[in-house]
Each structure stands twice: as C-alpha cells, then as structure tokens.
C-alpha cells in the first residue's frame, strides 16, 4: 500500500468529516470507522499510522455511552481523542485541535508521510480491487453520473474485461441521457456494457406509489433485481461495482448519526442481495470523486457534470409519478440544462434541476382557464454536498428559461424559483 492511514474512529461526533477533511487538508489519508471496529479490522485496513477517537454529542445512544474496544488501546499505534476523556489515550483534546496540534500527531507522533494524492489513492483501490475480486467477474451498475462513471473507469484499469457494465434505463433518465452513455462507454472506452431498457417495469412497479422513501427503496430494490437477472444470464457473476460516497454512508445513518433519508446505493438493498460490494469511492467526497476521475483519464466534461441522483427524475416528479409530469419534468430540465450552457452557468453552478410537484394551479392560456402543473427551478452550489447555497440567477436568464418552459412544455402553466439553502432543506425534493 501507498498510503499511509490516520483512522477517524465515530464516537458521536457531529465533525467526523470535518476531521477526515482537515487531516486529507495536510495531504494525510483518513478514513471514518464505527466505534467498535476490532482489532483484527484495523488491522486488515493495513498502514494504519494513528487512531483518532473522536468523541462528541451523540456519544450517548439509547442512554448508554458508546465506548471503543479497549483492546485497540494495546495495539501500538499512536491516538488522540477528541471530547472523549480516556485515561489510557496519551493524546487528548476537549474540542477540535488547531492545525499545528494536528499537524504534530499526524507527522510526529504517527510518523506518517503526506503521501496522500490521487496517484496513490487509485494505485491502493486498484491493488484492493484486484486482491477481492481475483479472476472473478464484477458487474456494474453503470448510471452514467459521476459517481458511477468514475468507479468505471477505476474498475477497468483495475480488472479491465472482467467487468461488465450494465446501463439500466429506469425510464427516470434525462433527456437523451441513455444513448449518450452507451455511445461514450461502449463506443469510446470499450466497456463492456449491456443496455436494458426497463422502463416499463419501473414505471408500472411505482404506479401509484407517493411516498418518498418507499419510491427509492422501490426503485433501489428494482434496481438489484435487474442485475441479479443480468447476473444469472452471464453466469459468474460475484460482484457488484457501486458509485458509493461517503455522503451516502452517512447520510443514511451509521451507528451514531440520525438517518436523512436512504440513499438508493446504500438502504434501498434488498435483503436477500447475492452480490458482494465492491465500493471504491466509499471514503470520497464529491469534489475528490472528480479529481479521482480526471486522474483516471476521463473527459473533463463527464467528471465535472453535475450530480444526478440514482433514483433519477423519480425524486423530482413529487408524490405518485405520472407519465405527463414525468415528461413535464424531463422536457423543463432540458431546457433549463441549455439555457444555463448558453448562459455559461453550467461551468458555474454545482447542481441545477426542475421539480415538478403534484398539484395543480388555476391560470389562462388562449383566453381560458386552464388548470395545469408548476415547474420549480433549484440551482444551487456545494462542495461536498453536506451543505448548499442557492444561486443567484440572473433575472433575464430566468425569464427565458421560464419563457420557454411555458411555451414548449405540456401541462405547465407556472414556473417557481426555489430559494431554500441546505440545511434546512436538502437538495432534492424528495
Ligand atoms: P440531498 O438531496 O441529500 O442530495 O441533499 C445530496 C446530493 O446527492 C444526490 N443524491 C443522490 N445520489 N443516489 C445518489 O447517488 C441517491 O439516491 C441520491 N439522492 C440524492 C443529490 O442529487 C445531491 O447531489
């Protein structure tokens, strides 16, 4: 292995990616463990240099305090504790330790290097990779988002042929997204890739279905279903390649923090799943996931295009999708998505989508009342996608995207602008 690891043990702290971040910040590799990994997990994580026991405001859960395995104490291995008080830790601090203190258990008590970079991130993954996957075959769930892509690339320097993409459409993609993927993946890297067009069976599995949560478990669990089909006609088959972050892990709960809202890669699996995960992405925020990918080779465009979630437009065709705000939704995103390029905001904005909710509002088109949706814009900058702020269009730039969703798009007659941060809102609707 490359890289050296300082652990991030999660003791209840609101912070564990602020530390993770601050220690990568001094060009040190950090990963984020449950508080009761064991010795023997440590161990196999291989190049641990120093364990951080970060403690802090959930550390008490179901009224008893979470403590750490106090055999870890016995290892050796340098550690410093944050707001948990342990005696048997030679390190401690009430609050986040500045950067010089930091600095001084990362490269004096640990010892390590700052030999954290992509180059040796992916040379690790790849050697991972190849040592849990062998001579046997992965498949991958390929979306063509960021996330999914960039594990891609990572799986076929890896493990090259013995990765089979399979590129789902779930009827939820945006428009013409499908034929671009197949094109870039199967024409101009020469994955191999299987195309499924399932989105009859999506569309007819969700019919009727408002509730949020069970839409992505539904389409998460649909989602495995068609691979494990794919996986029993190929034969071989042990592996599933996902486009895992870490804001997924976490945001779907670990031991200490609060669940958000499942992400469809991590709570939506079902729990016969036959796969074996390979997640080389888990320890990535977003921005890293992009540098990863252009260390990889892939085209600036494909890593810096904004984020689409897996669920796809099912989270932005609110409560039960219907096929007409399914397409009000596709046809408004596209135009906003052309008119942001012309205006040079697609190199500027992080995210932007439209949202079109289940309601309808009186208006006049052709000198009668119709009754018809609304279309939301939501535009918004982060760099991790823990947080977000909304941007400040240009008001003419949203006269005539809305100009021309009011012309072009069927069954619209409104367009909003939604100005809510995250948090309190997140960045999807649903
Ligand atoms: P939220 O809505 O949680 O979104 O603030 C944070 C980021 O994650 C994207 N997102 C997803 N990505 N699977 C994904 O791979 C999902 O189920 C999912 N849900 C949300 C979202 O678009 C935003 O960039």
Redesign the pocket.
């Known amino acids: 292995m490359k890289q050296d690891l300082i652990v991030i043990l999660d003791l209840g702290s609101t912070k564990n990616t602020v530390v993770a971040r601050a220690i990568r910040d001094l060009g040190v590799y950090s990963e984020i463990h449950p508080h009761d990994i064991t010795v023997e997990e440590l161990k196999a994580l291989k190049n641990v240099k120093g364990i951080l026991l970060n403690g802090g405001e959930n550390r008490v859960v179901d009224g008893r305090a979470v403590e750490v395995r106090p055999e870890l104490y016995d290892m050796g291995i340098p550690m410093l504790s944050i707001d948990y008080p342990q005696s048997r830790c030679a390190t401690q601090f009430g609050e986040m330790p500045d950067e010089a203190a930091l600095k001084k258990f990362v490269f004096e008590d640990c010892g390590v290097e700052a030999n954290w970079n992509m180059k040796n991130f992916i040379a690790d993954q790849v050697e991972l990779i190849r040592q849990q996957v062998g001579d046997r075959k992965v498949l991958l769930a390929l979306s063509g ?1 960021v ?1 999914s892509s960039v594990v891609a690339a990572m799986l076929i320097k890896a493990i090259g042929q013995q990765l089979v993409c399979v590129h789902v459409n779930h009827g939820l993609m945006r428009k013409n997204e499908s034929e671009s993927v197949v094109k870039v993946f199967r024409d101009e890297l020469h994955a191999n890739l299987i195309y499924v067009d399932a989105s009859e069976r999506f569309l007819g599995k969700l019919e009727d279905v408002a509730d949020p949560e069970q839409k ?1 478990k539904i389409i998460g669990g649909e989602f495995i279903r068609v691979f494990e089909e794919e996986a029993r006609k190929l034969q071989g088959i042990d592996f599933l390649g996902q ?1 895992t972050i870490y ?2 892990i976490i ?1 779907s709960g670990t031991k200490t923090a609060k669940m ?2 499942s ?3 991590v709570g939506g699996l079902p729990e016969d799943l036959k796969f074996e995960l390979v997640e080389p992405l888990k320890q990535l925020f977003k921005d890293e996931v992009r540098a990863c990918g252009v260390e990889l080779g892939l085209p600036h465009d494909m890593v810096y295009r904004q ?5 796809g437009l099912g ?1 932005r065709c609110l409560g039960a999708i219907t096929r007409d705000r399914l397409e009000a939704v596709r046809e408004s995103d596209a135009i906003l998505r052309e008119e942001f390029a012309k205006a040079g905001l697609d190199k500027k904005v992080w ?1 932007y989508f439209t949202v079109v909710p289940d309601f309808k509002s009186v208006g006049m088109k052709n000198n009668a009342r119709v009754f018809e949706y609304m279309v939301i814009i939501r535009a918004i900058n982060t760099i991790d ?1 823990m947080t977000a702020s909304i941007e400040k269009v240009d008001w003419d730039v949203l006269e005539k995207i809305t100009e021309r969703i009011l012309a072009e798009v069927e069954n619209v007659n409104r367009v909003c602008y939604d100005m809510s941060p ?1 948090p309190p809102a ?3 609707f649903e």
């Not at 984020?307 to 669920?311: D, H, L, R, S």
């Open positions: 988002g996330d992505r486009g804001p997924d945001e958000v809202k992400h469809h890669n984020p689409f979630p897996g669920p989270v995210q996608a995250k997140t960045i999807e």
